[in-house]
């Protein structure tokens, strides 16, 4: 019995209501508890990442019912990955929150652990409707975190969020019941067992059910046409928030793969092309508007939400080639993008802090620490776009090597050329305003054009005022680290995706460990 | 080892000069001068070896090798000819800056820059792996734009540097393209291995668009037409930054990779046709341009595009001794004119002005920077004995007999009259700064320089004239092996000497030198004709072509992104139905063939009403009050319809369900209007209409079928069925599912309760204590209310209610197990009794009595369901294995309680009984607490508002108005 | 009574999206809310319907004797969510309410660009 599977769900599902019931009116206590519990995540996602190392599919069958029955945990390596992943966004995330994030609404790191909970039990879970629970989990903590704070737009914003959110909640659970009533099952090992088994007068149904879950993971996961949730609450959550929501995009890519990748691409299974066709126009799509809205943001936050956006299409591309090496490269890439652009969102905070009267917005305006702020700006934007030799370059590098082998290749490899291309231009356009327009905006300085001439330079605003730093940068420094990692050995990293990519394209294997667990539960 | 070691010392080293300045200025030159020493000093240990053994020193580390990018250096002929000119004039350039910078400059970043620059530099022409290459070329780009934009305060500063981004970078993008195409071709990422493949290469289907995409990306690096626009923007760039980049090395990268690919991609068709021609061109445009400019870096920027166009024309020209002449073109060029853009910079910081028209007759005011400047500019100009006369012969001869389209005249005409222009320019610097008499209106007082200024570019002239005078000695070996490199054979035959005879191309520098000297002269006469001419301004069309872009994308994204939640929805409900319509249709299905149930009268009663109200609610749902009872009418019947289909568990849950939320909705119609206009026009109800019927249909519908059909295969039910009782201890089949064997969603669901609990605390604080709160005490109610606020009728039924609720709760809590019931329900009816209180003897009364915090409800709930669980896992079971037991407890008086359930799972319920009440009340309590700040009513901390026992006057909570 | 349920369901639903796609929270509100009564009577119809034979294990009957016991949990569950979700919700809209004056969805352009000078 390997209890190691249930505590990256148990340890935040009992920190949150400690911190909710015991500690909630002592904000030093609270830091404590909060971050000792995120490190703990951490070390536990290391521990599944080198259990898992041994291509061995671990199963936790709770209250000891046994599958398809009872719900199980399923450790894999792609589970582990995203469960590390997730600790380590939470700690960069944990930290900049105590530079005082945290005290500007109540409650804040219970709901923050809750949302924990739910990623890592969505990642964890074998069972569909576990999964749906954990999504309402993670989602209804998100909700209270993106209003964290309060504001007339936020709270538009989180409504907006909530209701496109419910009635995705709807979608998911129209989908759930058509499948439960045509395979009777709710476990995906079980599921994937019996979808190549369903008879020809129930598969039109079976189809409803595939695409309703197919449309809600991408819903989540921000897919061109379902992604209008996403930019607006990016940019209106709180900077940490937006940060931490990156992984949450994520968990719907996740659960897509997981989904094909298991059960609709069997060989010669009648759904093997149901969807897949489309994702990769889709996601093409996803890059392109994202690679736009770059270009077209009005504010710094709207230019990072729509890089996320970008970074979700470049992801989804790789992914609907199914093929392993294609997807190893885009786990490679999303390893990168969640940290590289939650970075973003928190060095955008400490900018706008800095600039009453401006803002968020582009309008130079000199501010306090500009020069060590502008060249974090400089080295986060380098990881964002992915320009050499930061690991996003190296992303994209295998994404284009492993899209190759396809047909339609030129076209892809000019969609995400290009889309780079507009990024640059874009973040070259935001770095000379805010940075060095706004030097100038002290010295007198000649208006010039194709500057974006619709702004005109404020007088430097006195309120400005130095904040500390400290926190905030050993926050973007651990995830710099991580990414610096990634960078210098990507041939490690890489082989373990490929792993990870191998055991995807087995789903006997995720199979029989879940329905024959002949030992395979034992360590 | 070490060849590496030139790369990796200015990249880590860049960051010494940004610390070092913190103990002064001298300190960071020192710094930044060591690091670059160094890395030359590295380099020239390699010379032997590669000029007089012929050997390549090579090294390869593996980095990501799964697609063949690995750390892979090389130095051979060419890349260390480049190597020498990148760190040998960046050491003068790093010197002259020192002096050159005003101490205004943060210089510490300056040379960060420069160094991660050289890096860079130096790793595009020692990489022997086309990936590490692009790498280093796209580090080129970015390293430019900071130092283009380095006096950021200058909008030409920024523009420029915006500019050379987006063409290089672009272009870049272009190559990387282009060489993983190359690779892929040659199926090696090895420079070294590639070089040995052309045949593969040149032979294959993809070769022209592998060609176009290179040249795209050399092209733009090295300003060639028409990329040509943005080098004279860069020189917004200080002096040094312009002498370096913008004429010795960066945009040489893009000759150098030519010279590099020359051997695989050359030939005299499509190779010859546009690297030539292009080359050409630009030598031609570049001359013109450059004689008509009156800024001196101007002049200087596009005689460097007319000479980098030389350079790529004599490579495209294909042959092995063009290729000689455009390596020794390369050395010279970068020699003077590394040496006249020190010059300018001399003139320029001396003088205080770089505009020809304000200058002239500082000859004798500045002699020193006066006779770099002739030679220099006359090397410029071809003129013997200097090295640039040499290079420029040979170019001449190359030139004199390459047909074009089989025509001959072609090339040498056009050659000359550029070398006409160039002459002309070369002279016009010269005489036009230095000659004539001397001139008093200079900003500054004008002298010579201070030594560190002056003798970097000296140093330069010296060889300008010492390879002018002996070439055999200094240049010709080493442009023989370095051709060698270039074209991977053995190097043809040349001797460098000034008197070759009377060859064709001595007559057309005849020819240059006289006409660029009448030229010169009438340039007074031309400039009238040239500012007529119409000529495109790059920046301009840049700029709108930027702005168009921008706007076009804000178009397109605002168009898209417009914030309307109604059309979000709306798109993504139809791309839902569309979606799983068309997999609908594309699959196979068949009707069910499962028997059809009863149909009884009261249900069709029930049907009828519940869709009556539901389109009640549709037409009228702008009154917002009876849009509610009907809502709530709904939600009843739909509970007994639970009934109906043997769902007694869900018909309760969703009856107590209803009940709290309709409370909740009307307290929140408390705050919100009662009303709503209909403000959406016609066909947008049209519209969302007909999405609805369909939306509907389609869920329709798919329920039929799932109903009318028999299981297919054996669905899991019939094991919950049959292990209830015996594994989970229970009779009530799903509360066992609930409670155990999905007890894991159960706790999910109840912590998504606390979290929603928590969460609703959270927003309505920021109501009760935070700034809004003036905005909700200034809120007015828009309905009359009643002054009888807690009516003694509603106080005593409650207060009688609530043991009787909370004895009924204990009751469905505990049969939970075994008949319909169990911890949720009985949490729900408690908190309504709850609640009650609230609502009749209002909030500060009721809260008063509450000994205990909400917060700690459902916290603790969670805790104890989830301790349910962590038990199972200390008897090393997993998380949430329940054990259960029969207790018959003993009659107390004459009752018998009969067999009650004692699992584990009923701990299990307990916290979900606790989490319940826990949400619910802190959601409802903290939602009155707002309440009662919005009517700021006078808290009342009795019971009622007239208290039977004492007659007082009653205290109304109506606002004082 | 498949029919009955089938067309009930079939109405919820058109009322849910047609309401969702109102201006107003509150219609959105009260259309979630009847999406999620067809959401619950479609997941007991993925069951198929049985009359009359509740989930209590007795005496004498076999299993056929019992409508299927899965999707009454899973609905339970999910009534329970979506009721914190509906709570969450309208309190939202209340706060939304008071921190914009108005309780319209969308978002125009203006409250945009305040929003980007925010600090």
Known sequence: ?523 | MNIALIVLLPLLGSILPALMIRSGRNACVASATVVNFLAFALLLTHVPAVFFYHTTPKISWPWLASIGLNIEFWVDGLGLMFATLILGIGLLILIYARSYLSSADPMGNFYCYLLIFQAAMVGIVLSDNVILLMMFWELTSLSSFLLIGFWSHLPAGRQGARMALAVTGGGGLALLAGVLLLAQVADTYRISEILTRRDLIQNSEWFPTILVLILLGCFTKSAQFPFHFWLPRAMAAPTPVSAYLHSATMVKAGLFLLARLWPVLQNDGLWFYSVASIGLLTMLIGAVIALFQDDLKGLLAYSTISHLGLITMLLGFATPVAAAAAVFHIINHATFKAALFMNAGIVDHEAGTRDLKRLGGLMWLMPVTGIIALIATFSMAGLPPLNGYLSKEMMLEEASHTKWMGLKEVIPTLVTIAAVFSVAYSFRYFFGVFAGRVRHDYPHHPHDPPAGLWWPPTLLIMLVVAIGLRPDLLAESLVKSVTAAVIQDSPPDIHLKLWHGWTPAVTMSGIAVGGGLIVCLLTFVLRMAWDKLPRPDAKVIFDAVVHGLTRGCQLISDGVHNGSQQRYLFLIITATLSFAGWNFLSYPWAHGGRPLQPISTPLVVGWILVVASTILVVLNYHNRLYALVALGVVGLFSSIGFVYVSGIDLALTQVSVEVVTIILMLLTLFFLPKHSQPESRNWHRCRDGGLAIVAGLGMGGMSWLMMTRQWSMESIQSYFLANAKSGGGGTNVVNVILVDFRGFDTFGEITVLGCAGLAIFAMLEGLVRGKLRQRVQSWEPDVTRTADRHPILMVVVTRVMLPMAILVGMFIFLRGHNLPGGGFIAALVVSVALIMQYMASGFAWAANQVRFKYHGLIGGGILVAAATGVGAMVADRPFLTSWHDHWHPPKFLGIDFGDIEAASAMAFDLGVFLTVIGAVMLALAQYSKLGIIAVDAQVNANPMDCDPLNHQSPSTGAKPH | MELLLASAIGVFTAAGVYLVLRPRTFSVVMGLSFLTYAINFFLVSAGRLAVNMPDILAKGKELGDYADPVPPALVLTSIVISFGMTAIMVVMGVRGYFENDSDHVNITATEEMIARSRE
């Open chain 1, 1 to 523: 019995m390997n209890h190691l599977l249930i505590l990256p769900i148990l340890l935040p599902a009992v920190i949150a209501p400690l911190l909710a019931m015991a500690v909630r009116n002592d904000i030093v206590l609270a830091r404590v508890f909060s971050s000792a519990a995120t490190f703990g995540l951490v070390i536990i996602g290391c521990m599944m990442v080198w259990t898992a190392s041994d291509g061995q599919i671990r199963i936790y069958e709770l209250g000891a019912w046994k599958a398809p029955y009872g719900i199980v945990l399923v450790l894999d390596r792609l589970s582990a990955i995203m469960v590390l992943l997730t600790a380590c966004l939470a700690t960069v995330v944990q930290l900049y929150s105590m530079a005082g994030w945290d005290t500007r609404g109540n409650h804040f790191y219970s709901l923050f652990h809750v949302l924990l909970m739910g990623v890592n039990g969505a990642f964890l879970t074998g069972d569909l409707f576990n999964l749906f629970v954990f999504f309402e989990l993670l989602l209804i903590a998100s909700y209270g975190l993106m209003v964290h704070g309060g504001g007339p737009t936020r709270f538009k914003a989180g409504l907006q969020y909530i209701s496109i959110n419910l009635v995705g909640s709807v979608i998911f659970l129209m989908g759930l019941g058509t499948i439960y009533s045509v395979t009777g099952t709710l476990n995906m090992a079980h599921f994937a067992e019996r979808i190549s088994q369903v008879p020809e007068s129930d598969q039109a149904l079976m189809a409803v059910g595939a695409s309703l879950l197919l449309v809600v993971f991408s819903l989540k996961a921000a897919l061109v046409p379902l992604h209008f949730w996403m930019p607006a609450t990016y940019s209106n959550a709180p900077p940490p928030v937006a940060a931490l929501f990156s992984i949450m995009s994520k968990v719907g890519v996740y659960a897509m793969i997981r989904f094909s990748d298991l059960s609709l691409l069997q060989q010669g299974g009648p759904f093997s092309a149901l969807g897949t066709q489309l994702l990769v126009p889709c996601a093409v799509l996803t890059l392109i508007i994202g690679s736009i809205g770059v270009l077209a943001a009005r504010s710094l936050s709207q230019q990072a939400s729509f890089v996320g956006l970008a970074s979700i299409g470049t992801i989804l591309i790789s992914f609907g080639m199914f093929t392993p090496e294609s997807q190893a490269a885009g786990l490679y890439y999303m390893l990168h993008s969640t940290l590289a652009v939650a970075t973003l969102f928190l060095l955008i905070d400490l900018v706008i802090v800095r600039r009453p009267g401006a803002g968020d917005g582009f309008d130079p305006q000199p501010f306090p620490q500009q020069g060590y702020l502008s060249a974090l700006f400089f080295v986060g934007a380098l990881f964002v776009i992915g320009l050499p030799p930061s690991s996003g370059f190296l992303g994209k590098l295998q994404i284009l090597h492993s899209l190759r082998s396809t047909s339609e290749w030129p076209m892809l490899w000019g969609t995400i050329l290009v889309a780079s291309f507009v990024t640059l231009l874009g973040f070259a356009q935001t770095g000379s305003l805010v940075f060095w327009k706004s030097s100038a905006a002290s010295k007198t300085d000649p208006h010039s054009p194709g500057e974006n001439p619709h702004n005109e330079l404020p007088v430097p605003d006195s309120s400005a005022k130095a904040l500390p730093l400290a926190m905030p940068s050993v926050a973007i420094g651990v995830a710099w680290s991580l990414l610096i990692l990634l960078m210098v050995f990507p041939g490690p990293v890489m082989s373990y995706l490929e792993a990870t990519t191998e055991q995807l394209f087995d789903p006997q294997r995720y199979i029989s460990a879940v329905l024959k667990p002949a030992g395979a539960s034992e360590l």
